[in-house]
């Protein structure tokens, strides 16, 4: 089965910091890269997506890193806030996502006031 | 208002019955799926349609049956099969080649 491995799995951060997430990828095919926000109770929301053909994407206060070598893409929150506090997603597909998404298992971040 | 509505909110199932949640959309979206999410588990899909009249399985079809027979809608039967259904069950929509997926509220299923 094609996996996405997500860490860590619990994260707490002071307001201002800048928490990081990380996700590793095995399957080459994957072309498409977006991180979902969910808030307790909610369906997940699309934060931010990459393609493989940028090694940076930035929107607001996030920015999602890609090293397509590596197999890995992380997810940077700038000047956190207390409000920023859910459960953050990474997931991969192949076809430009026409077949459904895999995703990692999730990291329940806090930021502290 | 547009976007993607699942009901019921919370649906509760006896042993050996089937259930049914519901999903429509308003979006004009081709493409729909069904992802399943338990805890620690992260979501994983159990089947997706690209067009009316056509699905397929995802990761974790056993157990479940959808059909697909207007563009709005795509309902998920939770069969008997299912032995350990408990669990928070979201629908999402994209346009035909378009990465983005929204996803709609979900559906909390409880077995009594």
């Known amino acids: 089965q094609q996996q996405v491995k997500q860490s860590p799995q619990s994260l707490i951060v002071q307001k201002g910091g800048i928490p990081i997430i990380n996700c590793a990828y095995e399957?080459?095919?994957?072309?498409?890269f977006p991180w979902y926000q969910q808030f307790p109770g909610k369906g997940p929301a699309l934060l931010i997506a990459?393609?493989?053909?940028?090694s940076e994407k930035k929107e607001g206060r996030f920015t999602i890193s890609f090293n397509k070598s590596a197999k890995q893409f992380s997810l940077h929150i700038m000047d956190s806030q207390p409000g920023d506090s859910a459960t953050y997603f990474c997931a991969a597909s192949g076809m430009g996502g026409a077949d459904g998404l895999t995703f990692g298992k999730g990291t329940h971040l806090i930021i502290q006031p | 208002d547009g976007g993607i509505t699942q009901s019921p909110k919370y649906l509760f199932r006896k042993e050996g019955q089937n259930v049914t949640l519901s999903c429509e959309q308003n979006l004009n979206h081709d493409a729909m799926y069904w992802y399943r999410q338990d805890p620690g588990q992260g979501l994983r899909l159990i089947y997706y349609?690209?067009?009316?009249?056509?699905?397929q399985k995802g990761d974790i079809a056993e157990g479940y049956s959808v059909s697909r027979e207007k563009k709005e809608s795509f309902p998920l039967t939770v069969t008997s099969a299912q032995k350990n259904p408990t669990a928070f069950y979201l629908c999402?929509?994209?346009?035909?080649?378009?990465?983005?997926?929204?996803f709609g509220p979900g559906t909390r299923l409880l077995v009594l």
């Open positions: 990459i393609r493989p053909d940028v």
């Open positions: 399957n080459t095919a994957f072309d498409y």
């Open positions: 349609s690209q067009i009316v009249n056509d699905f």
């Open positions: 999402a929509s994209s346009r035909t080649n378009q990465e983005t997926q929204y």
